[in-house]
């Protein structure tokens, strides 16, 4: 008689035991591979411009401890479609924050409508202001979705932490989409003003 169910109190689980048959585990799919990393040094842009293709559902862009070299300056992305040039993309998308900050005096939660786009086709913003101490700097990350879909908008959402010029904590949280039915293939990321000093972008492939 076949055994469809174990009991853990009727095993000996300091045995070994094998096990026949077909043994499958339902809904483990997720499979996910580093595919470049960027380093900044002293850097206008960090650019990916390649391995964004129809290989991967999802592209993860990872953000760890970018610094900039301009106080107070902000962390953007754009994009290019296939052919394209420019990184300038029409995108619509929302922005919201929550803050804190060192003095344990000032906290917000808020909507940010001057960092919001709508069928504009500038950087997004992904960050509040960034200090650009010794100690400050910006992490997080940014998923696009399907960016080789010839069918549908290209949807992407991101969540930050930055350490602020006047030294709050910023929990950014940006999503949207480009409007554009064309592959997207680039990605590019700078700071609104001056380099990114130091720090490095991880892009990761996910199906």
Do not use: W
Not at 112 to 118: E, L, P, R, V
Not at 144 to 149: A, I, K, N, Q, V
Not at 165 to 192: H, L, P, R
């Amino acid at each position: 008689m076949a055994l469809s169910k174990i009991q853990p109190a009727s095993m000996d689980l300091t045995a070994n035991y094998a096990f026949t048959g077909t043994n499958s585990v339902a809904g483990i799919d997720y499979e996910e591979k580093k595919l470049a990393t960027v380093t900044a040094s002293s850097s206008a842009t960090l650019d990916f411009t390649s391995s964004i293709n129809s290989t991967y559902n999802i592209y993860k862009f990872r953000f760890v401890d970018l610094h900039p070299a301009t106080d107070g300056s902000i962390f953007r992305f754009q994009a290019n479609a296939a052919g394209g040039s420019g990184f300038n993309e029409t995108i619509t998308s929302t922005d919201f924050e929550s803050f804190h900050n060192e003095g344990d005096d000032t906290t917000g939660f808020s909507y940010q409508a001057n960092q919001d786009q709508g069928q504009g086709t500038s950087f997004q913003t992904l960050t509040n202001s960034c200090g650009a101490d010794a100690d400050q700097c910006i992490s997080g990350e940014l998923f696009l979705f399907d960016p080789s879909s010839t069918t549908f908008v290209k949807h992407f959402i991101s969540r930050t932490q930055s350490a602020n010029e006047s030294n709050y904590s910023f929990d950014v949280f940006v999503a949207g989409y480009f409007n554009t039915t064309t592959a997207i293939d680039e990605v590019q990321f700078k700071m609104s003003s001056g380099n990114i000093d130091s720090g490095t972008i991880e892009m990761y492939g996910i199906n």
